[in-house]
């Protein structure tokens, strides 16, 4: 998929980090989003910037918070002028059943 342009998030656990390691050698641009800081998932972002990605993104956004949501998809846009591939695996867990 060189030439592409993924968003992905939900990329620093789970199934979006195994994801983000898989895409990150097989696409063009890679843009990357988790709730964590920068700093918190700087080597994550290193391991993945090894497979050779030259257009590795990471964006941080806290989905609970509707502002950062907005302000993800304005950085997304001033970074690209299309996204070929969204995938997203952000979520959190459903509340316990109160009966």
């Known amino acids: 998929m060189p030439g ?3 968003v992905l998030s939900g990329a ?3 199934i979006g980090e195994a994801t ?3 895409l990150a050698a097989a696409t063009g641009r890679l843009i990357l989003h988790g709730p964590e800081s920068r700093t918190e998932v700087a080597p ?3 391991e993945i910037a090894a497979s050779g990605n030259t257009e590795l993104h ?3 956004a806290d989905f609970d918070d509707l502002g950062e949501a907005v302000s993800l998809a304005t950085r997304v846009r ?3 002028a299309s996204v070929d ?3 997203n695996y952000a979520g959190r867990p459903l509340p ?3 009966s």
Do not use: H
């Open 78 to 80: 001033d970074l690209t």
């Open 44 to 46: 994550l972002l290193t």
């Open 20 to 22: 983000a390691r898989r």
């Open 12 to 14: 620093t656990s789970g």
């Open 96 to 98: 316990s059943r109160v």
């Open 4 to 6: 592409t342009t993924v």
């Open 85 to 87: 591939v969204l995938v």
């Open 58 to 60: 990471y964006l941080q």
